[in-house]
């Protein structure tokens, strides 16, 4: 069984600087995905950003972007420019991808307050 | 407007009345998932169903119930809800597996088991 962990269960950071979440994963899948996700206060799940773990080049979205290690099984969401409508829990999740399967597991979150 | 919906929203039951909670997406999408959130544990993944009359097991099965008749349609069943269900719920869809296939959630249904 995959398991995701989120070791930063708050995290607080100042307006226009620079944050970065933590999220390490073990498995012993070769092809998976990876996601960051973003729950603001209205309980809405969006998402942040996504990664395939065959893909060696590092994704990016704007402000966001992601330290990925495949060796190290770790997944680090990088936040610049914060903005106070950044404040929100964000959350891990990987995606197992063997024929067709959809089982997802997510961290437990990191609290991100971002202080004007 | 491409969206999943859940209804109801909100609910407060008694335990042992069996309650049917809907999920409805208009994209067209193959997989459906249910998750419940709880504090301090993240999304936990109920079930998951690959297309209609196809689902699966996820991590935390027990007390639920799915069924896929139609592609657009997921709804979980608890049969017997008992206090230890009260969570916060969430649907989600997507159009194949992978990054490719990013996850759409419902608003969440929150529910309270007396």
């Known amino acids: 069984a995959q398991t995701v962990t989120q070791s930063q269960p708050e995290m607080s950071v100042q307006e226009a600087e620079t944050v970065t979440l933590s999220c390490t994963y073990d498995?012993?899948?070769?092809?998976?995905?990876l996601f960051w996700y973003k729950q603001p206060p209205s309980r809405q799940m969006i998402l942040v950003i996504r990664?395939?773990?065959?893909?060696?080049q590092n994704a990016t979205e704007n402000r966001f972007s992601v330290n990925f290690q495949k060796a190290a099984k770790s997944f680090s969401l990088k936040i610049s420019d914060s903005q106070l409508g950044d404040t929100a829990m964000y959350f891990c999740?990987?995606?197992?991808?063997?024929?067709?399967?959809?089982?997802?597991?997510f961290g437990t979150g990191t609290k991100l307050q971002v202080i004007p | 407007e491409a969206q999943v919906t859940q209804n109801p929203r909100y609910l407060i039951t008694v335990t042992g009345k069996k309650l049917t909670v809907t999920c409805s997406q208009n994209m067209n999408h193959e997989y459906m998932s249910w998750y419940r959130q709880d504090p301090g544990l993240g999304l936990r993944q109920i079930y998951y169903s690959m297309n209609v009359e196809v689902t699966d097991k996820g991590d935390v099965p027990e007390g639920y119930k799915v069924s896929r008749k139609e592609k657009r349609n997921f709804p979980l069943i608890l049969e017997s809800p008992s206090p230890n269900q009260t969570s916060l719920y969430f649907c989600a869809s997507s159009f194949t597996s992978g990054a490719r296939g990013t996850q759409y959630f419902g608003p969440g249904t929150r529910l309270t088991v007396l």
């Open positions: 999740a990987f995606m197992k991808h063997t024929g067709g399967y959809q089982k997802v597991t």
């Open positions: 498995t012993s899948e070769n092809n998976y995905y």
């Open positions: 990664q395939e773990a065959y893909k060696q």
